[in-house]
């Protein structure tokens, strides 16, 4: 009777044991709930020996973690951090201090560029290593920047910042000067996009001052106030062309969002942006922005703006992947940035027809109009 309880015993604990997830289960459930892209969301989490080591900036995230671990019977060391760490202090805010700043998968000047930001642009401060420091762009891109061009804020200065007064660059390339008069020295290049904060308003130029406290004098033809310029857009199918002919030629650059080169989100991403709405920053993100076109009659039901999807279409054996976006401009045309920025065909008889992305042409969706993935920048500021 005894053999028989024992055995009975440890049967069932084998099989609570066989039913029980592993760690590395319990930690990929979590991962997926909350940080499923890591492009937007750190969740780097493993298990060393009996201690739980690694980096999240989700504390949600690492709570849940730990509690479903310790329900299922494992008691393991915490050495997760939460980020921002300590060691960065109360600076946990910042702005980029450059035309354009280049973040990087990993805190190396040789790794890949992933994304840009451009001069003006409100960061969070995560992590630093070296002098690199790992932040999070408006959109909820991570990644890694030269310390050099950014400076970082407390809360107090990072809120006084966001608050001032702006200027826009709204030309595609130029300059500010160190004085107001013609023979000046420059103080940086300017891209369109680049906000700068208004000190004064002269005669000809904007007296501005970078988040470095740098000061700087800006033609008045070549910028506007930003509240201005939000006033003013109006996203419609024509500004949208207009705006997307205006970067003909310019070169592909892999992770480029500015007028120094863009990759293909990058580029309809710049559209839309220079009209007042904000899409996600890659095309595998864009995808899931706004309505669905019916496009089984191919592409007659297509409007100027839309936005094409290419890549490969799901199959049994793999999911679908969106690997390249583009936007309609009627007349069964395209306009992409794929070694530069050109425009397309899907008319067999056009001498531009490119049979390779319709080939791999997936679906379409309308951004014009839509809430749903975007956001409307006039909305965010309260105009």
């Known amino acids: 009777m005894k ?196 000190n004064q308003i002269l005669n000809d130029y904007y007296e501005v001052i970078y988040p470095d406290n740098r000061k700087a004098y800006i033609h008045k033809k070549e910028a506007i106030l930003y509240d201005d310029w939000l006033k003013g857009i109006s996203p419609n199918q024509e500004s949208l062309v207009k705006s997307a002919q205006k970067m003909t030629g310019l070169p592909y650059l892999w992770g480029g969002t500015s007028w120094k080169g863009v990759d293909c989100s990058g580029y309809t991403r710049m559209i839309y942006q220079m009209n007042g709405i904000l899409l996600p920053r890659d095309a595998s993100q864009q995808v899931h922005s706004g309505d669905l076109i019916d496009t089984s009659n191919e592409f007659e039901k297509l409007q100027i703006g839309d936005l094409l999807f290419f890549g490969e279409k799901a199959t049994p054996e793999k999911p679908e992947r969106i690997v390249h976006v583009g936007m309609w401009i009627g007349e069964c045309k395209f306009i992409h940035s794929s070694g530069m920025v050109r425009v397309g065909s899907f008319d067999k008889d056009s001498p531009i027809f490119d049979a390779y992305n319709l080939g791999r042409f997936i679906r379409a969706k309308r951004i014009l109009g839509s809430e749903n993935g975007v956001v409307h920048l006039k909305k965010a500021n309260g105009i």
Not at 181 to 191: E, G, H, I, K, M
Request: aromatic share 10%; hydrophobic share 45%; glycine share 6%.
């Open 3 to 198: 053999k028989a309880l024992l055995f009975l015993f440890i049967s069932i604990s084998l099989l609570t044991q066989a039913q029980r997830p592993t760690i590395g289960a319990i930690i990929e459930q979590v991962k997926k709930k909350y940080a499923p892209d890591k492009r937007v969301a750190v969740f780097q989490v493993d298990v060393d020996s009996v201690r739980l080591v690694g980096k999240t900036n989700i504390a949600a995230a690492k709570k849940e973690l730990l509690n479903r671990l310790r329900s299922n019977g494992y008691d393991l060391f915490d050495a997760v951090r939460v980020l921002p760490e300590a060691e960065i202090g109360e600076k946990i805010y910042g702005a980029v201090n450059v035309s354009v700043a280049n973040i990087r998968k990993e805190p190396r000047e040789a790794a890949e560029l992933t994304t840009q930001a451009l001069l003006g642009t409100s960061l969070k401060v995560l992590e630093k290593e070296k002098y690199w420091y790992l932040v999070q762009s408006p959109d909820g891109y991570i990644g890694w920047v030269e310390g050099m061009t950014i400076v970082r804020f407390d809360k107090t200065e990072a809120e006084k910042y966001d608050k001032a007064m702006k200027v826009i660059y709204t030309k595609p390339y130029g300059f500010a000067y160190a004085d107001s008069t013609d023979d000046a020295a420059t103080v940086s290049d300017l891209t369109w996009g680049n906000l700068l904060v208004l």
